[in-house]
């Protein structure tokens, strides 16, 4: 599976953005879907995640009730909305597929395949 992750940009605080991940091959709808971020001089840290049938969602704390992950498994395409953007949100945004693995370990960064990122700038 090879994943391509875009729509960042520039945004200011309490703006939104929409990121998109797209992904090759036939079983898309096999894998559980992930997004992570890593803000300069930081660890890469979880941000969300949804099962492969798009029927269950996990969110870090912070992001939880102003983020939304969504999936079409016709179009093999991935989102995170992002709403409600603030200046630590800022960083490069991954998304990343795993298959075959228990639900609850979604947070964790055992994920089977990365794509290449994608910056997300939010100003003050």
């Known amino acids: 599976v090879q994943l391509q992750a875009s729509g960042g940009g520039l945004v200011q605080a309490g703006g939104s953005l929409r990121l998109s991940c797209a992904a090759s091959g036939r079983t898309f709808s096999r894998y559980d879907m992930g997004w992570f971020r890593q803000a300069s001089g930081h660890e890469r840290e979880f941000v969300g995640a949804i099962s492969k049938s798009g029927s269950k969602t996990s969110y870090e704390d912070s992001v939880n009730g102003r983020f939304t992950i969504s999936r079409d498994n016709a179009k093999n395409l991935v989102y995170l909305q992002m709403t409600s953007l603030e200046p630590e949100d800022t960083a490069v945004y991954y998304c990343?597929?795993?298959?075959?693995?228990?639900?609850?370990?979604?947070?964790?960064?055992?994920?089977?395949?990365w794509g290449q990122g994608t910056l997300v700038t939010v100003s003050s």
């Open positions: 990343a597929a795993r298959r075959d693995k228990p639900w609850f370990t979604a947070p964790s960064t055992d994920y089977d395949y």
